[in-house]
């Protein structure tokens, strides 16, 4: 006999086994819009990547929108906290607030869902450049102070970051030109206006097949085994550390319901992706848990505020 204990018993059931059950709209009923940094970036790439191998698997499109630097804001203080807005950004979003005054917090306004992937860093000089190792291009600072010029998107990316711990912990004088992106930032580099940049490995291995940039070491703080033959910077330059780490973010009122769905959907598509196409474009999958990713973020930003501090950094 279907008892008044049974059917409350059921609507239990129905509540904890999907987003969206008893009477509201099952999640996910519609597109959901990854957003992240301007086309061309290693982010931009792996938003579209995930957004993929996502997608068959919810049975919902799932579309990417470039909205370059002001993505981080829009999804932390506009975006609607109903999973169909989903931040896909690497370090710019918790370290930007170390350097400048910024209109979010990534501990408060952002729910973290997974740390998606990570990529080396790799330092790279225009082929003209007369170095061929981390040393060689210490000791051409020196004697050239102020004229080596190192390119860089926004503030506060891992780029940008690299460059200047790059230029504290060896005591050179390099100049940072500004661009508005990792692409112009690249371009920069392929026509000869600055000398060096810390680039993201996937697009910047292009570059150094065609002979266009010479790669000299990686951010990493030992060997990647994507490019095994290139040393870390540290070996030259102790502590040194930059690695590109990119992950999924949810505004902080998202039901904690559907940043489980979304944590358990995303990570099993970023581990079914073809280890070819990850490893050809220099990324390595990490999926992690929500927790373990906020470990990682407070973890990092405590690391690079003494840094920051100690090298006087600016933005």
């Known amino acids: 006999m279907w008892t008044r204990a049974a059917s409350i018993a059921a609507a239990a059931a129905l509540a904890t086994s999907a987003p969206g059950a008893l009477g509201q709209e099952k999640y996910p009923a519609r597109v959901i819009r990854f957003v992240t940094a301007a086309p061309g970036s290693n982010h931009d790439w792996g938003a ?10 919810i049975g919902q499109r799932v579309i ?36 400048a005054r910024v209109n979010w917090d990534p501990l408060f306004d952002l729910a973290p869902i997974t740390l998606a992937m990570t990529s080396p ?3 790279v000089v225009h082929p003209s450049l007369p170095v061929k190792s981390v040393q060689g291009l210490i000791s051409l600072a020196r004697a050239r102070p102020g004229d080596l010029n ?4 926004g503030g506060g ?84 550390a930059a690695e590109a780490a990119i992950g999924f973010f949810v505004p902080r009122k998202t039901a ?11 990570a099993s598509a970023l581990k079914g992706a073809d280890p070819k196409v990850l490893a050809g474009n220099g990324v390595e999958i990490v999926a992690n848990a929500p ?25």
């Not at 579209?48 to 698997?57: D, F």
């Not at 190192?150 to 998107?153: C, F, I, L």
């Not at 927790?291 to 006087?312: G, N, P, V």
């Open 256 to 266: 904690p319901a559907v940043v489980s769905f979304l944590h358990r959907e995303i």
């Open 64 to 99: 990417v929108e470039n909205r370059g630097s002001i993505a981080v804001e829009y999804v932390a203080k506009d975006a609607a906290p109903d999973g169909y807005t989903v931040l896909f950004y690497g370090a710019f979003c918790w370290l930007q607030p170390l350097l």
């Open 121 to 123: 860093n790799v330092l």
């Open 150 to 153: 190192y390119s860089a998107g």
């Open 157 to 240: 990316s891992t780029p940008h970051v690299a460059g200047e711990l790059f230029k504290y912990l060896a005591g050179v004088n390099i100049v940072r030109v500004r661009y508005k992106g990792s692409g112009p930032a690249m371009v920069g580099l392929m026509t000869g206006e600055v000398q060096m940049m810390f680039g993201a490995l996937g697009p910047t291995l292009p570059l150094i097949r065609q002979g266009k940039a010479r790669a000299l070491a990686v951010s990493t703080p030992k060997r990647s085994p994507l490019v095994p033959k290139l040393p870390p910077v540290s070996e030259v330059l102790p502590g040194f």
């Open 291 to 315: 927790e373990e990713f906020a470990a990682f973020i407070r973890s990092d930003m405590e690391r690079m505020s003494r840094m920051l501090k100690s090298a006087h950094f600016t933005n």
């Open 48 to 57: 579209r990547l995930a957004a993929q191998e996502l997608a068959p698997r």
